[in-house]
Each structure stands twice: as C-alpha cells, then as structure tokens.
C-alpha cells in the first residue's frame, strides 16, 4: 500500500487538525463537511489530501483533551442522558445510538441521531405528531447489508434537544448498516448499551433528566 510522504502527509495531518477545530468549535458533527470545509481553508483542492475519519477523530480528541477536557465530559454525559431519556420514550421503536453523541465527540450544537427499527414509519411519525414535536421529513441513504436504501429521516425540535430519526425496516436490525458501499458498519448501540456508558462517565454537573419516557447492546 502506498504511504503518503512529505508535503502530503503534513497536508493531511493539517486538515485533520483544521478540521477536528471546525468541529469542535463550530458545532460541525459530519467527518466530510469539515474535511471539505477544512481543506478549503488551506487552499487545497486536491482530494488525495484529505485524512480519512480515524485521523480527523485522533485530532479532534487531542483537541478535547487540550482545550476543554471536563467541559466536554460533562457535556457527552448530558447528551447520552438526554439520549437514553427519549429511547425510553420510543422503546416500542427499538431505538437505537448511533453517531457523535455515541462516539463521545460531539460538539455543544450536536443533534442526538438514533436508529429505530420499525413495521410501519407511520407509526413513528403519529407517535412524534402525538407528542406535539416540531417535525421536518426527509430521506436519507443508507447502505443496509449491500444494498442502497433510502430511509425516511425525521428531525425532532424538543425543548431538550434536536434528534434525528433514521427510520428502518424491522428486520434490517440484524444487518449491518453503512453510510457508503464501501464505509464501516455503524457503531450503534441500544437504551441498555447508552446506561452502561453513562455508568463510566465523568458526572454532567447538574444535567437534568429529560422528562420523555428499553432497554434492549443490550
């Protein structure tokens, strides 16, 4: 396998730094939005430039651990209680965490993203209405085992915090689920899975519980 040398590799290793800064600082939670954004800042055009995620994410933790280590703690704790809050209040869905908020590098404007795994999106979608939530549909794709989905997406305005809903088959539970043909499986885990990591977080200083309400990582 080729290995960068030189300017490239100093390239890359400045994109990922810019870029792991952008999303820290600027709420930025897509890995591609603030490479892109990032290498623009540089003036590089040349995509063979651009670090892959896992660089990017090595960064952006250096960067927490720098500038804003017990704030940051405090504030995953909060969103995965936050989190975990509304998975009990879906759990007829088999909610599931996926994203930054699991990942513990989200930012302080980060939307909470959940799975959920359905016989009918419509039942999601009255069950939301029900609960008198501001709603904005869309599609998003997915890639579900090796085929191309495109998956209804549901962002949710509550006075707690803004979620996004990626709404999937029942039965595409047990598939891994991708954001590209060729990506990793995403890392998701259940309401039992997002309790076991608030068990080893630092405490959110006066973080409140969020008033929505299973548990299945379980």
Known sequence: ??????????????????????????????????????????????????????????????????????????????LRRTALGM???????????????????????????????????????????????????RDARFWVGDVACDVPSIEVDTDAAMFELAVFRREDARQPIRHSADGRPIERVRAAGVAALLATDRPAAAAPALALGGHARG
């Open 87 to 137: 998975m009990d209040t879906l759990a007829r869905f088999d909610p599931q965490l996926v994203g930054p908020v699991l990942a513990g590098h989200a930012g302080r404007y980060a939307t909470i993203a959940l799975m959920l795994f359905v016989d009918s999106s419509k039942d999601v979608e009255m069950f939301l209405l029900g609960r008198g939530w501001t709603l904005r549909a």
């Open 1 to 78: 396998m080729t290995r960068d040398h030189g300017p490239n590799r100093q390239m890359r290793a400045r994109i990922a730094h810019l870029a792991a800064r952008l999303m820290a600082e600027d709420g930025i939670d897509d890995f591609g939005i603030a490479k892109r954004k990032a290498a623009r800042q540089v003036g590089a055009g040349d995509t063979r430039h651009l670090p892959d995620n896992d660089e990017v994410e090595a960064a952006l933790a250096s960067w927490r651990q720098l500038y804003e280590a017990d704030a940051h703690d405090s504030r995953i704790a909060t």
